[in-house]
């Protein structure tokens, strides 16, 4: 039964950088900017794709679903924390939190998955050229987002059940920018070993196993590349999945340094400059290195 000193909670109060206060003004100009940079850029990719009919081919496709889940997962977020940063008001309600976390958690199980697809598109181009058409035509493009986008959102459903079942004692302050698990779990008076059980079971279907997939992917793809004769059939091969595996490896990289760190080195301060590196830097970055790295948009950007 549920203690007398434990209560339901109505809202929370989200403490974001309360302890620098002297700079609230300056960040909230930062993280505007920096949203505003996001959301233009993924759009320009969207708008360069959709308007350009040579690159309506399964590869693009999948970036559209990328760029797309960049400007959802941002739009989560940053929105909130502007509003935080500028009117110093940092009270969000219960279903606002839960809410949070469930779009948070479903993007990122989306991307997961969204990236897997990617790996395997480029795996099919490289090994198999020749049955590319039959492999991956746009119907199967349509299945893979489909999957992925379904998926993504299922899974973190019994996570965001649990969390709403929650009961907090006398203490309704998250110290982090957004609401997110740990921070919301450290506060909980409910008994979360189930939630930790949840989270093993289930997690390594969202990450771990679409890493698996991306890794074997790019296993078969260097190793066909290697046995390419000449340096310039390598280097071409190779230029195709230049901008994705980037993208793989700054991805992963940012949940690595999150969720994957000794635990003698998180803290609720480092554990929110870390975050930013998931919630900023990976949607910033998506179209930047797709612009750069990828031949036929930085061509279609010239003109």
């Known amino acids: 039964m549920k203690s007398e000193r434990n209560f339901n909670v109505s809202g929370f109060i989200i403490q974001g950088f309360s302890e620098i206060p002297e700079l609230q003004m300056l960040m909230f100009g930062i993280f505007l900017i920096l949203y505003i940079m996001i959301i233009c850029g993924n759009l320009t990719i ?44 940092k009270t969000i309600s219960f279903i606002g939190c839960v809410t949070q976390i469930y779009v948070f958690l479903s993007l990122s199980a989306t991307e997961f998955f969204l990236l897997a697809a990617m790996a395997y598109d480029r795996y099919v181009a490289i090994c198999h050229p020749l049955h590319y058409v039959a492999l991956i035509g746009l119907k199967q493009c349509a299945r893979f987002s489909f999957v992925s986008w379904f998926g993504g959102f299922l899974i973190p459903t019994g996570h965001t059940v649990f969390i709403s079942k929650l009961y907090f004692c006398l203490n309704n302050k998250i110290n982090h920018f957004f609401c997110d698990l740990n921070p919301l779990l450290q506060i909980a008076c409910t008994d979360t070993s189930v939630f930790n059980i949840l989270n093993y079971t289930v997690g390594p279907l969202a990450a771990i196993t679409p890493f698996m997939l991306t890794l074997i992917s790019y296993v078969f793809i260097i190793n066909a590349i290697l046995k390419i004769k000449s340096t310039k059939g390598r280097h071409k091969a190779f230029s195709t999945c230049t901008a994705h595996l980037t993208c793989v490896i700054i991805f992963y990289g940012t949940i690595v340094c999150m969720y994957m760190r000794p635990k003698s080195t998180f803290s609720p301060k480092l554990d929110k400059y870390f975050s930013l590196l998931y919630i900023v830097l990976v949607p910033m970055l998506n179209p930047i290195i797709y612009s750069l790295k990828n031949e036929d948009i930085r061509k279609v950007l010239i003109k």
Do not use: E, G, Q, R
């Not at 959709?50 to 590869?59: G, I």
């Not at 693009?60 to 008001?89: E, G, H, Q, R, W």
């Open 46 to 89: 969207v708008a360069l794709i959709w308007k350009t009919l040579h690159l309506h081919t399964p590869m693009y496709f999948f970036l559209v679903n990328l760029s797309f889940i960049d400007i959802a997962s941002i739009s989560n977020i940053l929105p909130k924390l502007l509003s935080i940063l500028c009117t110093k008001i």
